[in-house]
């Protein structure tokens, strides 16, 4: 008889990897249900220990096979990398027991009392031992909102219970301090201080939530999978470089179809909109991209964002809120709505002015070639910037391409990561992996030593979501050895870059744009957070940072794409070898700040847009699109399209961990470009600012503030002015 593979934690597979060539998808339901009845065991046992409640018998304990974890990470990673039909059924049958099963954890009253008895343990003034926890300090990572808050949080060697005395707790290192403060504020965060009504309301929210933000974003992906534009009339192709003309050959080839077929994913859609000469198919494509999910449609978000927003807002007030912006910034950074709105309008006033003037000499460009009453579009905006670009510095993206094959840009970054760090990736072919696109790595510490397992993903595909991402099918932690409970192990993560470059064609490999190797660093850098973590519980692990620090480490990596040093590691003509031509690289730096003005005040409309959201005292009732334009209006730069509309596909803020966050692109940025100033101060291939950005940050995860973190790394808090400075905006 066939064995589920989740039902055994030993999978048998090099570093104990997902066994993805024996998983089908009748084995998840049955383990995600085990694996609920499993953790409810667990916490039974906590509660029911006759003992006083300790940090290590209540907060610090874990389970010896957390299986809800194992099969939830493989489930819903896969939902996002390669779902189809049956598993997106599956995933809105089970995403409600899970949130219900959340929803019992945090509502046990008997659980949050034991929590509730640690936390005050170290927060009584008279019983508080030197090194345990300042309650004026607030220091609150978000809680998974896939998983409970609280259960499995890492592995520790507990004390005898009766060598316990919890009048006199012993003192906490930082990181058992944040611990104590997550799960603590994870309770309360959640709802397990309010009165029954309160908690079955929260009850009925969390359900809906989990559905419809689930829906939301299956919406977008098959919203996105139904259009294609179906060129039969070589003619039409006008304009367009030879790999997007290849590219879409090959899609029309793959579906048994004429021609050329476009569509919607970025390596598809990008290419299209900014060089077809084809005025009209331009904005068809426009078009149907920014109309997806808009009422009316097949696929329509509309009434899910309103539901959203307002499920939001009811939730951030049983919370004792005043909005839901307030509630995710108590654990941000940014701390207050006030201070994201400062930040986005010193950029707004700083970077608005160049903006103008880009957009201007965008237009006298289109005026130039098409003459005075040429009306500029959005749908000309990359076509005639494209063309400008190319006039001022002879470089487009096409002519880098030939540079940039995407084998030898993974050994450039893979390289990167060794000057730096001394580590090395070999591919383990013995790993499993889930789509014949994948391939795994074993990554090597400078001593030779397991690192860590790296996933790597590149190809979009109809069962993939948009975008680029870094993900994890496996957290670090240190703790006993399964095999000797005496011996302690850092038992090392399992990461995965998932991203959608452009295809290799059938005469061509894949070659990428300057922008697509920007995106692999920037994932790269996620990654790096991953890999490099450091931490004994792995709640605290990795990336569990806050989300306005989270985009450090990867916007750091995206500075390298245009230093010359690292260029000359990788970049070579795929065809003769030939290095990049010195002057084509001084191209790329001399145009490196290209409408970078507009770049930023389009990122801060993004912010203005989901802030708009989320600071409103009142539940939502207007109409998304009108809501929308006069949200943002003060950062618009082009003419707005009636019938379009961001909102319904702006998965950041309404389907993922962006709501009242968006604005953590450009935090990051001012971190990161203080950041890299250190880097260029000593050489961008430091090893010792390398090992100190690792010390101080990649490996500690969220065991301590990241501003503790980063005035440790940098010596002083970040200002705004190294940004500036880099954009030539100052």
């Known amino acids: ?265 970025a390596p598809s859609y990008g290419p299209f909109i900014t060089y077809a000469d084809n005025r009209e198919l331009r904005r068809q494509m426009y078009m149907a991209k920014n109309t997806i999910c808009v009422q009316g449609t097949p696929f329509d978000n509309e009434t899910l964002v309103t539901q959203i927003v307002n499920l939001r807002q009811e939730r951030a007030k049983l919370l004792g809120y005043k909005t839901f912006a307030d509630y995710v910034l108590k654990e941000r950074m940014a701390e207050t709505a006030d201070n994201v709105y400062h930040l986005l309008d010193q950029l707004l006033d700083a970077y608005m002015p160049t903006a103008h003037k880009e957009v201007q000499e965008i237009e006298d460009m289109a005026h130039r070639l098409e003459g005075e009453n040429f009306e500029l579009q959005p749908w000309d905006f990359s076509y005639y910037g494209h063309k400008l670009k190319k006039e001022r510095y002879d470089i487009d993206a096409e002519m880098l391409r030939p540079y940039l094959q995407l084998a030898r840009v993974k050994e450039g970054v893979f390289g990167l990561a060794t000057r730096l760090y001394g580590i090395t990736f070999r591919e383990n072919k013995d790993i499993p992996v889930y789509h014949p696109d994948v391939q795994a790595y074993d990554v090597l510490d400078q001593d030779g030593s397991f690192l860590a397992v790296l996933y790597t993903d590149f190809y979009p595909r109809k069962g993939k ?85 989270v985009e450090l480490p990867s916007q750091l990596m995206e500075n390298f794409a245009v230093e010359p040093d690292f260029l000359n590691t990788f970049a070579a003509h795929y065809e003769t070898g030939e290095p990049i031509p010195a002057d084509l690289i001084q191209r790329i730096i001399d145009s490196r700040n290209f409408q970078v003005a507009y770049a930023c005040i389009r990122q801060v409309s993004f912010g203005l847009l989901d802030m708009a959201y989320y600071t409103l005292t009142e539940p939502f009732s207007a109409d998304v699109k009108a809501f929308e334009s006069k949200a943002w209006e003060r950062a618009q730069l082009l003419k707005e399209i009636p019938g379009t509309c961001m909102t319904v596909q702006f998965g950041h803020i309404m389907s993922g961990g962006y709501a009242a966050g968006y604005y953590s692109y450009k935090w990051a940025e001012v971190l990161d470009a203080d950041a890299f100033a250190v880097f260029k101060e000593h050489g961008i291939f430091d090893r010792e600012t390398a090992q100190r950005f690792r010390d101080c940050i990649l490996s500690r995860g969220g065991t301590e503030h990241p501003m503790t973190l980063y005035k440790r790394f940098r010596g002083s808090e970040p200002t705004i002015d190294a940004l500036l400075k880099r954009n030539g905006i100052k």
């Open 465 to 549: 979501q948009a975008g680029a991402w870094m993900t994890s099918f496996k957290e670090q932690w240190i703790g006993p050895s399964d095999e000797d409970p005496k011996r302690m192990e850092n038992s090392r993560p399992h990461v995965s870059l998932v991203m959608n470059f452009t295809k290799p064609t059938e005469t061509k490999p894949a070659l990428l744009t300057l922008g697509e190797v920007e995106t692999f660093l920037h994932e790269f850098g996620h990654a790096l957070h991953g890999i490099f973590a450091n931490t004994r519980f792995a709640s605290l692990s990795g990336t569990s940072v806050y989300w306005d620090f």
């Open 1 to 265: 008889m066939r064995e589920n593979p989740f039902f055994n934690k030993n999978y048998h597979t090099p570093h104990n990897t997902a066994p993805f060539d024996r998983i089908l998808l009748e084995d998840y339901e049955p383990a995600i249900l085990e694996g609920i009845r499993q953790d409810d065991a667990f916490i039974q046992r906590i509660i029911d220990n006759p003992e006083p409640p300790t940090f290590d018998n209540t907060i610090a304990i874990t389970t010896p096979d957390d299986m809800l974890e194992r099969v939830t990470k493989v489930f819903f990673n896969l939902l996002s990398a390669e779902t189809n039909d049956e598993m997106d059924e599956l995933a809105q049958k089970m995403s409600p027991i899970l949130t219900e099963h959340a929803n019992n954890i945090i509502f046990n009253k008997r659980y949050f009392e034991r929590v509730k008895a640690v936390w005050d343990q170290y927060h009584q003034p008279s019983a508080r031992p030197n090194g345990t926890l300042d309650p004026s300090r607030t220091l609150n990572p978000q809680p998974s909102t896939l998983n409970p808050p609280l259960g499995p949080t890492g592995r520790l060697t507990l004390q005898e219970p009766s060598a316990l005395n919890p009048t006199s707790p012993r003192p906490l290192t930082p990181e058992e301090q944040m611990l104590l403060e997550k799960a603590y504020d994870g309770f309360i965060r959640a709802g397990a201080a309010l009165d029954e009504a309160g908690q079955t309301r929260l009850r009925e929210i969390n359900n809906q939530m989990s559905l419809l933000t689930l829906q939301f974003s299956q919406n977008r992906l098959k919203a996105t999978n139904a259009y294609q534009l179906h060129i039969t009339d070589e003619a039409d192709l006008s304009g367009l470089p030879d790999s997007a003309r290849e590219a879409a050959a090959l899609a029309a080839k793959e579906q048994g179809k004429e021609g050329w077929l476009f569509t919607l994913q």
